[in-house]
């Protein structure tokens, strides 16, 4: 861990076409991928585009960034759910899921994963299996293979088996009758994140919306929880750390502020500027703060842990409040009245600290 590059990265193009792209973040650039065994990658589709039925070798959470869309999602032995997506939403993906994206709107749709990677091929990264196309599963058993276990004639496994030259993403016919989406698919799900009930709301400060077992049952399956956070402009976060060795992978949605990293020995390991599209990880047990420039900042974290509990070190939830007065004065070696002044100060600020007037 002593000398990992903690810099916030962008993601870079892995495949695509005419349909839309797809994006991920490199273990080479952004160490910490593989460190945490963490994956990250963003799916974008333009108008009629089609991300092709796919499994993953990773359990995964994905939050839409942008515009809307379907989304098919076939659980293990279950039949295929069919929900609408539009901006805000999180679903929890579990291993085993095959998963299918659509975009009909002008608008186009972008899609965030991050997700576990400690049971995949490569550490950091997603593999993912397409049922479909030149590199899915048909193209690789023969043809008598393919004839026995589909029942299928020599004629039509041909036609299936060469498909059309395309990765993962292809741009459908605007004829073609896509599922509509079931409202009672949705339940259980996916939760949109901007319509939830908040779970800390201070003015002039931020707000937070917990991902966690009790509201998207889901995550426990997936191993992962996830929290979006808004920070007003000029607002800080209070520094805090996750307190059940859990990794915090945090990507910028929208604006741009300041990050701060400590670590062993009290070292700071990073301090940046962060702005939207950047990932970044923070290490277990480091401790993290960020301060949002004028016009605030966004940002959408998975924690590798489905109900995640963080200490904050400011604020009246602080640890040192619950300090007595006579450890903290020894303990920083200072007069009771620093001690106590100390102790003063953010006894009704939560989390978020409003800019000073």
Sequence with gaps: MAGIDLTPRL?????????????????????????????????????????????????????????????????????????????????????????????????????????????????????????????????????????????????????????????????ADPKFTMPEPKAEDRKGMALNCEEA??????????RVVVLNTNNLPLVGEVGLGADLVRLDGSAMCSPGFSCDSALQVTYIVRGS??????????????????????LFIVPRFFVVSKIGNPEGMEWFSIITTPNPIFTHLAGRTSAWKALSPQVLQAAFNVPAVVEQAFRSKRNNAEIFFPPSN
């Design 11 to 171: 993601p870079k193009k892995a495949y695509g076409g005419e349909g839309g792209s797809y994006l991920a973040w490199s273990p080479e650039e952004l160490p910490m991928l593989k460190e945490g065994n963490i994956g990250a990658a963003k799916l974008a589709l333009e108008k009629y585009g089609l991300a092709v039925p796919r499994y993953s070798d990773s359990s995964k959470v994905a939050y839409v960034l942008q515009g809307s869309g379907t989304a098919g999602i076939v659980l293990p032995e279950k039949e295929e759910k069919v929900i609408a997506i539009k901006k805000g939403d999180a679903i929890a993906l579990p291993f085993g899921v095959v998963t299918w994206w659509y975009n009909k709107e002008d608008t186009e749709l972008v899609v965030l994963f991050l997700g576990d990677t400690s049971k995949g091929h490569k550490a950091g990264e997603f593999t993912d299996f397409f049922l479909t196309g030149s590199n899915g599963i048909f193209t690789g058993f023969t043809p008598e293979f393919v004839s026995r276990a589909w029942d299928l004639d020599e004629n039509t496994v041909k036609q299936l088996v060469a498909g059309k030259n395309f990765s993962g993403i292809v741009k």
């Design 197 to 206: 009930p908040l779970d800390v709301d201070i003015k002039g400060g931020g």
């Design 257 to 278: 502020g300041r990050v701060q990293i400590v670590g062993v020995d009290g070292k700071r390991v990073l301090e940046t500027t962060v702005k939207a599209g950047n």
